[in-house]
């Protein structure tokens, strides 16, 4: 199933995705290819996260903050999984 998808996370860009990687490469290097991708897209997310839980600190509200910042660890978690499933991926 293709995947196509435009939006603007507001945070100084937008992305453009395309799931559905070039068929030539086998099913295991399109999987670490994606995983790789959702890496490095919620490693973005947990930094935007931070930064406006600075913002919202600066701003004196304090809950914002600390739930963007378990937010942004929460993320930090999830690029765990996917990391441990690429070298996963990579063993086979």
Known sequence: MTHHHDH???HD???HH?????????????????LEHWIKHNDDHARTYR?????A???GLLETASLLEEAAE????????FEAAAVS???T
Not at 51 to 55: L, R
């Open 8 to 10: 603007d996370h507001h």
């Open 13 to 15: 860009h937008d992305h």
């Open 18 to 34: 395309n799931h559905d990687i070039k068929s030539t490469l086998s099913f295991d290097e399109k999987m670490i290819k994606l």
């Open 51 to 55: 930064d406006w839980g600075q913002k």
């Open 57 to 59: 600190k600066d701003k």
């Open 74 to 81: 929460m993320t930090d978690r999830i690029s765990k999984k």
């Open 89 to 91: 991926a990579k063993k």
